[in-house]
């Protein structure tokens, strides 16, 4: 049965998270795990520490066997097989994630067709959605979004011009997902790139920032909270740290929980 409290959460729930551990001068931590890898087990019991560690805002993926764009890591790609391959199905990812809030989902382009009967499908259990591909129907995208209570993340680049910064944040709700390198694991784009990157979108936006792509260690979190960001999304370290052992995922969640203070 389903936890009632944690269906009640208002649409500005993912931003209040962030600013709330950003009041008492923290960074918000983003994690995003896969239900299903390494396996059914260790994902809930991951789900369950980083619950420990006060993270912000969950973050995860149905599991898909393709159909990503290129800014999707082997890494990634990899644990979303292995929940495919473990018979995860999106029924047990829904049955679980409601009990982590606020959170977000990662909606690759093949579980997309029709926006309506998808994000229709996730409302009340998901708080908000990230598109993993750019889609020319936004608009449309933001709309059904609202409609169905959910928030729509947009994700932006140091790279982008100001007319698609202008452009996504008409219908960007949540957080700013500014990835921080060119793919999810991939070297960091330079320290004033970001920082430059972080000072337009604030001139912008009062959404919060947090920086995704490329951040794996204490280090990329302190250059990040250098550069003005409100928190940090990891996925790919964390990824390879649950699929290594338990005790190696503690440590990473330890330190980047540290990092974060």
């Not at 994000?119 to 129907?137: H, P, V």
Request: glycine share 4%; with cysteine.
């Amino acid at each position: 049965s389903m936890d009632p409290s944690a269906t009640s959460v208002s649409l500005n729930s993912i931003s209040h998270a962030i600013w709330n551990v950003r009041s008492h001068g923290c960074l918000a931590f983003v994690p995003f795990t896969v239900i299903g890898y390494p396996d059914l087990a260790t994902s809930i019991y991951a789900l369950n520490v980083l619950k420990e560690a006060n993270v912000s805002v969950y973050e995860t993926a149905f599991p898909v066997l393709k159909g990503w764009t290129n800014e999707t890591n082997r890494t990634i790609q990899h644990a979303l097989r292995v929940a495919w391959q473990n018979k995860v199905s999106e029924e047990d990812v829904v049955r679980i994630y409601s009990q982590y809030r606020p959170n977000i989902l990662v909606a690759y382009r093949p579980r997309v067709h029709n926006f309506q009967k998808a994000f229709a499908s996730l409302s009340g259990i998901f708080d908000g959605l990230l598109l993993e591909w750019q889609t020319r129907r936004f608009r449309e995208a933001y709309q059904t979004a609202r409609k169905n209570n959910l928030q729509l993340i947009q994700a932006f680049s140091p790279l982008c011009t100001r007319n698609e910064i202008s452009f996504r944040l008409k219908s960007c709700e949540g957080f700013i997902y500014l990835c921080v390198a060119p793919k999810t694991g991939a070297q960091m784009y330079p320290v004033r790139l970001i920082s430059d990157c972080i000072r337009r979108l604030k001139e912008k936006s009062s959404l919060p920032i947090c920086c995704a792509f490329g951040i794996r260690k204490v280090a990329d979190v302190r250059k990040i909270a250098e550069c003005g960001a409100d928190g940090f999304v990891v996925g790919s370290a964390v990824l390879q740290a649950i699929g290594k052992s338990r005790r190696c995922f503690h440590r990473l969640v330890r330190d980047l929980e540290e990092a974060s203070i």
